[in-house]
């Protein structure tokens, strides 16, 4: 059986991940930590990561992945080639849902092997971070926070994540963040962060937005 690579699993993975999921934005390889995710995928409830490790990949930096992937989530899944399919379970977590792709015919067929749990290892503050300035300071807004300007992203996040305890609803903040992803727009949002950091002092970034968004719709 020919060994299945990435480029092989990725584009009918999003129609295999639209098909059980319903409204999805994918995302793709986002820098997490030390690790890069391969796609983030945007749901109406929550964000999950998914890694992908075809035939020709290995488990070397699956473990290191797996912590940093565990920090942004709120649910994760390992898409695996077939020559993974019987040792997968033994690197990932209990909670990490598992699909391998198989070839059935030169053409990717998938399974869930596992179904994703709840990721009780998140920060919020890291899923905050997957977010742009101009969308925390929508959240911001939403949530009828102060803008605090002069601070950093960072700090901001800092300020949001010490009010979600007594003011703001995890799953309230986890479905903003989700409809903001949703909403995304790169160029108008390249713009709006080049004019505050124009207005901060600092130098306009070049727009290098070259990966592709795919946002699905029911």
């Given at each position: 059986m020919t060994a299945f690579l990435d480029k092989d699993i990725r584009e009918p993975l999003f129609d295999?991940?639209?098909?059980?999921?319903?409204?999805t934005r994918i995302i793709e390889e986002k820098n997490i930590g030390d690790s890069r995710a391969d796609v983030i995928m945007v749901t109406e409830n929550g964000l999950y990561g998914i890694e992908i490790k075809s035939d020709?990949?290995?488990?070397?930096?699956?473990?290191?992945?797996?912590?940093?992937?565990?920090?942004?989530?709120?649910?994760?899944?390992?898409?695996?080639?077939?020559?993974?399919?019987?040792?997968?379970?033994?690197?990932?977590?209990?909670h990490w849902g598992i699909i391998t792709a198989e070839n059935v015919d030169g053409k990717a067929d998938f399974y869930i092997l596992r179904?994703?749990?709840?990721?009780?290892?998140?920060?919020?503050?890291?899923?905050?971070?997957?977010?742009w300035r101009p969308e925390i300071a929508q959240l911001q807004l939403l949530n009828e926070m102060p803008k605090y300007d002069y601070l950093s992203k960072k700090n901001v996040i800092e300020k949001i994540c010490d009010r979600v305890p007594e003011k703001i609803a995890y799953e309230k903040i986890t479905t903003q963040i989700c409809d903001l992803l949703f909403e995304r727009d790169y160029e108008k949002i390249a713009e709006t962060v080049n004019a505050y950091r124009t207005a901060h002092g600092h130098k306009p970034r070049r727009n290098r937005v070259k990966r592709r968004r795919r946002k699905r719709k029911t």
């Amino acid at each position: 059986m020919t060994a299945f690579l990435d480029k092989d699993i990725r584009e009918p993975l999003f129609d295999f991940l639209e098909e059980n999921f319903g409204k999805t934005r994918i995302i793709e390889e986002k820098n997490i930590g030390d690790s890069r995710a391969d796609v983030i995928m945007v749901t109406e409830n929550g964000l999950y990561g998914i890694e992908i490790k075809s035939d020709a990949d290995t488990y070397a930096r699956l473990s290191g992945q797996v912590k940093d992937y565990d920090k942004y989530f709120d649910k994760n899944i390992v898409v695996v080639g077939s020559s993974h399919a019987h040792s997968i379970e033994e690197h990932v977590p209990a909670h990490w849902g598992i699909i391998t792709a198989e070839n059935v015919d030169g053409k990717a067929d998938f399974y869930i092997l596992r179904q994703a749990c709840k990721n009780p290892n998140i920060e919020l503050a890291k899923k905050l971070s997957i977010l742009w300035r101009p969308e925390i300071a929508q959240l911001q807004l939403l949530n009828e926070m102060p803008k605090y300007d002069y601070l950093s992203k960072k700090n901001v996040i800092e300020k949001i994540c010490d009010r979600v305890p007594e003011k703001i609803a995890y799953e309230k903040i986890t479905t903003q963040i989700c409809d903001l992803l949703f909403e995304r727009d790169y160029e108008k949002i390249a713009e709006t962060v080049n004019a505050y950091r124009t207005a901060h002092g600092h130098k306009p970034r070049r727009n290098r937005v070259k990966r592709r968004r795919r946002k699905r719709k029911t």
